[in-house]
């Protein structure tokens, strides 16, 4: 028996079996779900030595082409916010589909099993530490900026900081607010969440959905919503307000900018997490 086992480790020692190849910093992937032909949301396994906080974002990828000359293929990396609270025991991300975009063309066809690559180090502004004490934040959105607050809506600090939290969602069509919608509807029924939190935390939300090109129950950009005053009057709010108000922007350029000035009108001044004050803004995508 002794020897048998003696035979065959020698044997494996000299022809080592050929390692599965890995992906550097990979994690695996544990959900998939698709919401409309756009949009899609996944979760992956979560390093243990990754610590963030809710709100920042993260380079996630796969591996890209071979080289045509070399063969050699290089890690293929896109900035995604986590859109799972820093408490939560695996990640999740909300995605875009570009169909003939470099990572998202490929990562729109990921499943269960299957490995991504998620380099861990966490960054961002969207952080309640770049915020001064306030008594309202607002979470302004459009597209898949809600990912970053579908974070923070799910963090006991949004609630202990602020007596109210509206998010504002602006799509193009209403199957585009979906994700959002199904995700503040089951912070109602988490039981996790309203024992930690507080029962009835989520009676604080003022979720406020708009869409742009197709009917909805709301329809139109925020920002003009806003500067009529017609939000205000729908949501039953005191406008924008240096003493009370904080804000986070997450959207296209053009409508970070748009309400950047508004919020600078109102007497808003950006903040950072070197420098904390009344509101703070960060891209959903490059352009
Ligand atoms: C700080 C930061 C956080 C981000 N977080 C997310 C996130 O949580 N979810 C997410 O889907 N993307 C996010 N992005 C965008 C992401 O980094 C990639 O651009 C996206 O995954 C598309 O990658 P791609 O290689 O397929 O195409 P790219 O070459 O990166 O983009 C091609 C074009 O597609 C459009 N586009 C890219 N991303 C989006 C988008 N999210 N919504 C609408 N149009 C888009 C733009 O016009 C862009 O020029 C974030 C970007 C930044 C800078
Ligand atoms: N969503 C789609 O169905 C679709 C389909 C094919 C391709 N694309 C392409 O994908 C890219 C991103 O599309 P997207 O729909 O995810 O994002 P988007 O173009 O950034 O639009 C998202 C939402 O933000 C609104 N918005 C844009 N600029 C604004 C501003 N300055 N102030 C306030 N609101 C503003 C849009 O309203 P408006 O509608 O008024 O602009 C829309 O409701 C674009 O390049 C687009 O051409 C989108």
Redesign the pocket.
Known sequence: MNEMTAVTDTASEAKPAKATPTLPDAQTVTAVKHWTD?LFSFRVSRPASLRFRSGEFVMIGLMGDPDPKTGKQKPLLRAYSIASPSWDEELEFYS?K?QDGPLTSKLQHIKKGDQIILRPKPVGTLVHDALLPGKRIWFFA???GFAPFASLLREPQTYEDYDEVIITH????AG?LTYGRELIESLKDDELLNEVIGEGFWKKIKYYPT???EESAKMG???DLINSGEAYKDLGVEPLNPESDRAMIC??L??NL??KDMLEAAGLEEGANSKPAQYVVEKAFLD
């Open positions: 756009r875009i570009v459009t597209g898949t602006t799509c193009r069509t585009e869409t742009t090109r950009r925020i920002t959207g296209n053009a409508f748009e309400l």
